[in-house]
């Protein structure tokens, strides 16, 4: 995720090609304009251009503005209809891993409040707590390199777990270390560690955590429908090259800037829900997971009084991921 200003230098290389593409046809379409409507201009005889004009059928100086600006309005609402569809699936990842932050915090509250601490030693139980919190860490960065398809998932983790605890075959490993976590509490339960109502409440955020990672899979396996993502490139991209042709007659050869201009303003707008509708990526804009795996990782271990992560912070291009 972008946190920082967003630099000039950042979206430039990708306008430089589109914008020398469309000065090319600015230029064009300003060139031929003026050697078929005013060869005076360049000193042709007017015979020539007028055969040329008869034999192409072009009777008139251009395209009319206004079928240029219906066009444009036209696409412009285009644009900011999928903009919404792409920010809206973008600012729901942000609050799915949001109350993945705040159930972690419950897990990890519920934990050292309730388990083992009805039995005669309840730091007997210690070793029990500790795991159920060190496994929820797995659970969470797990998740986030889940998402992020990162094969080196199992391998990751493992730092979180018993030496005995292995998932490096396992097809999804979030909803395994969800079911390992289930187990666990209920042989607590079944031992006398913990109250049947407390399994029942600690069960529930494991349901929780279950939906939300159900959620982030939802948004990762069905990607914004392809016409939304192709057919407005494609328009813009064919608008672009047919607009000097509706202001030539009015702006002569200033119309070269002033598609540029125009045209590199709906590639940003393009561009803009391009770029965040995939969410669960490695890209600058998508969802920082591994910031916020790292923020979890140091409540919790805070809460155990063990040695803190350093935190993540953003980047010298502003970038945190």
């Known amino acids: 995720m972008i946190v920082g200003p967003l630099s000039f230098r950042r979206v430039l290389p990708s306008l430089i090609r589109p914008a020398l593409l469309f000065a090319f046809c600015a230029f064009l379409a300003t060139g031929t304009h003026f050697i078929l409507f005013h060869p005076d201009a360049w000193h042709l005889r007017p015979d020539i251009p007028n055969e040329i004009r008869r034999l192409l059928g072009w009777y008139r100086n251009g395209v009319p503005f206004e079928a240029n600006a219906a066009l444009g309005s036209a696409l412009a609402i285009f644009l900011g209809f999928r903009n919404n569809f792409a920010y809206d699936r973008w600012w729901e990842a942000r609050k799915i891993w949001g109350a993945l932050v705040n159930d972690s915090r419950s897990w990890c509250r519920q934990v050292l409040a309730w388990v083992g601490r009805a039995a005669e030693d309840p730091e007997r139980a210690a070793p029990l707590r500790a795991e159920l919190v060190h496994r929820h860490l797995a659970f969470v960065h797990g998740l986030g390199m889940h998402l992020r398809n990162d094969s080196r998932l199992a391998q990751s983790i493992q730092r979180f777990l018993p030496a005995d605890e292995n998932y490096e075959h396992v097809p999804n490993v979030p909803t395994a270390l969800l079911i390992r976590q289930g187990e666990e509490i209920a042989t607590a339960q079944r031992h006398g560690l913990l109250d049947s109502f407390h399994q029942l409440a600690m069960d529930g955020i494991l349901t929780r955590l279950s939906d939300i990672q159900g959620k982030c899979e939802r948004i990762k396996n069905t990607p914004l429908p392809r016409q939304y993502d192709a057919i407005p490139r494609w328009f813009v991209y ?28 709906f590639l940003l707008l393009e561009s803009a829900g391009r770029v965040i509708e995939d969410p669960f990526e490695t890209h600058p804009q998508d969802t920082p997971m591994t910031a916020l795996s790292v923020t979890i990782e140091r409540d919790l271990r805070f809460a155990l009084s063990e040695p803190l992560p350093e935190s993540l912070t953003p980047d010298e291009t502003g970038v945190l991921m």
Do not use: Q, R
């Not at 064919?238 to 303003?265: K, R």
């Open 238 to 265: 064919v608008y672009c090259c047919f607009l000097p042709f509706g202001l030539v007659e009015n702006l002569g050869w200033a119309t070269v800037v002033v598609c540029v201009i125009i045209s590199t303003l």
